[in-house]
């Protein structure tokens, strides 16, 4: 049985994070998201894509600000360069807004349903694709390619296409099965020499059944691929370099 499924027979209610860091039950409703509030910027750079992006879009939640300084190394190899990079979960664009804004060579490629998911109970919004292009449009959106629908079937399209990625960022379903397809499918994208980088490492708010969690999916991940990787970082993500 999928996890999914195995939710309300758990009587376990879906929870997201929220803005502040502190897990969330209630669903939001709203038909469009309201401006962000997101982290203090602790460095210029943030400052500037906070001024320059985020004061400018409709982003409602903020996931991600707090990872770019573990980023910083890793996208500093990438810079001034044409990568391609693929992006499982996008929401409302803000993580790949990032990308695009730090790393104005860069194309990538997001890969979402856009409708919500039972872990964004309530967060997604009728027009939750249209804000995602929208917010992309702030910064280029003819470097964005959008693939609608889950990374189980649009993966296995880019593998028909023999796509190949630089860096690949995993932040779509939490549940372990889930994770570990997305890694086993990115593995096949990634290029010698690229970095995976999985977010939600020690996410768990429904629990620590392996089922429920990235964490222990992307543990098991990393023993099947010994020898094969270098660990780049490990805190609330997990960022690997293919060795081979
Ligand atoms: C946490 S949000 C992504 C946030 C985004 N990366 C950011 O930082 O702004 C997770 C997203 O993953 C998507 N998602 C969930 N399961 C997915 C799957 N199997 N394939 C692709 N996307 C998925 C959801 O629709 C949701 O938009």
Not at 113 to 121: D, L, R
Not at 187 to 200: N, R, T
Request: overall charge negative; proline content about 7%.
């Amino acid at each position: 049985m999928h996890p999914r499924r195995l939710l309300p027979q758990a009587g376990l209610s879906i929870v997201t994070e929220h803005v502040t860091g502190q897990p969330r039950s209630e669903p939001v409703s709203r038909t469009r998201p309201p401006a962000a509030t997101v982290s203090t910027p602790t460095t210029p750079a943030l400052a500037a894509f906070q001024r320059e992006v985020l004061a400018r879009g409709s982003f409602s939640q903020d996931w991600v600000t707090t990872r770019f300084s573990s980023w910083r190394p890793i996208l500093e190899e990438l810079e001034n360069r044409p990568v391609q990079i693929l992006e499982i979960g996008s929401f409302e664009g803000l993580s790949a807004c990032y990308l695009l804004w730090r790393l104005p060579q860069a194309r990538i490629t997001c890969v979402d349903p856009f409708i919500g998911t039972p872990e964004q109970a309530g967060l997604g919004t009728p027009d939750l694709e249209q804000i995602f292009d929208e917010n992309v449009a702030l910064i280029d959106s003819s470097r964005v390619r959008k693939l609608i629908g889950d990374s189980g079937h649009r993966l296995l399209d880019l593998a028909d296409e023999d796509a190949r990625f630089e860096l690949i960022y995993v932040d779509g379903s939490h549940f372990g099965l889930d994770v570990l397809v997305d890694a086993s499918l990115s593995w096949q994208l990634l290029a010698p020499g690229g970095v995976i980088v999985f977010d939600d490492y020690r996410w768990n708010y429904l629990g620590d059944d392996p089922l429920l969690r990235p964490g222990k999916a992307i543990d098991a991940f990393r023993e099947v691929l010994e020898g094969k990787h270098e660990l780049l970082f490990a805190n609330e993500q997990v960022a690997l370099r293919r060795s081979s």
